[in-house]
């Protein structure tokens, strides 16, 4: 069993590497034959990409029934809920500017006349599916249920277990083309904050979080002349850090609330 390897963090690498070897098979094929772009799905390869998912997710139940990690209760309740969509949407707000570090240097002009896209309902059906449902029901699951959960849990070291599955979250969206280092440090930050969301509430709640960080990415995508609308009128300026600075500062007082809890007891459920 992987996580009976004596290096925990090692055994987390592997996991990691092995959930990214699936994936780089599928993206390799669906965009070297299919010539897929993210936006033009259709029923067939909606179904090709399903499956490199449903084989981490048989992977990773099995993995979860033998490392038997620490189960980390989800506390249902509205106020819970509406609190996670919140810092979600303070989650996207505040790492908004690293997508725009050439424009807030002004090394790259903010670009004019950006065109929504405008797909069937068919293929914005499959994409949501996708991106808003089954990515994140996997990803929390395999990083923040299974990595994250056993790293506390056996080695009752809350901030390096956090921030070291952040790390292989963020290595699994290392594209096969080309390195998109916002990509990357975006994708590093959410781990962290993701990570204390599971440690404060469980993992519903941090699939809660993927959920709703991942709709607000795809509706910014898909309606992006507004959005780049409202960067050209904020064109970065004091009321645009201010509200950076808000995020930042609701983030930070939820992370240390977080701290606050006690790391659970190992029992033998996840």
Not at 72 to 93: E, T, Y
Not at 176 to 182: A, H, Q
Request: include cysteine; glycine fraction near 2%; charged fraction near 15%.
């Amino acid at each position: 069993m992987i996580f009976k390897i004596k290096n925990l963090y090692f055994s987390g690498f592997l996991l990691a590497t092995i959930y990214y070897l699936v994936l780089f098979i599928q993206t390799w094929f669906l965009f070297t034959y299919v010539k897929l772009n993210f936006f033009e799905l259709n029923i067939k390869v909606f179904i090709l990409e399903l499956i490199p998912y449903m084989l981490i997710t048989f992977f990773s139940v099995l993995v979860a029934k033998k490392s038997s990690p620490a189960h980390i209760k989800s506390n249902f309740n509205v106020s819970s809920i509406l609190l996670v969509i919140f810092l979600a949407l303070m989650a996207r707000i505040f790492v908004d500017p690293i997508f725009h570090v050439k424009e807030i240097l002004k090394l790259r002009s903010i670009p004019k006349n950006v065109v929504s896209l405008e797909i069937p309902k068919l293929q914005y059906l499959l994409v949501f599916l996708k991106t808003v449902i089954i990515i994140p029901i996997i990803e929390e699951f395999f990083f923040r249920g299974i990595i994250l959960n056993t790293l506390v849990s056996k080695n009752n070291k809350l901030i390096p277990s956090i921030l070291f599955s952040s790390l292989l979250f963020s290595m699994v969206h290392i594209n096969f083309t080309s390195i998109n280092y916002d990509l990357l440090i975006t994708a590093f930050v959410f781990g962290i904050f993701s990570g204390f969301i599971f440690i404060k509430w469980g993992l519903f709640f941090c699939i809660l979080f993927h959920c709703m960080y991942n709709t607000l990415w795809l509706v910014l995508n898909i309606y992006r002349t507004t959005y780049w609308n409202v960067v050209r009128e904020f064109d970065f300026n004091i009321n645009y850090w201010l509200i950076i600075l808000f995020s930042a500062v609701v983030i930070l007082f939820f992370m240390k609330k977080a701290l606050s809890e006690k790391i659970p007891e190992k029992k033998k459920t996840i």
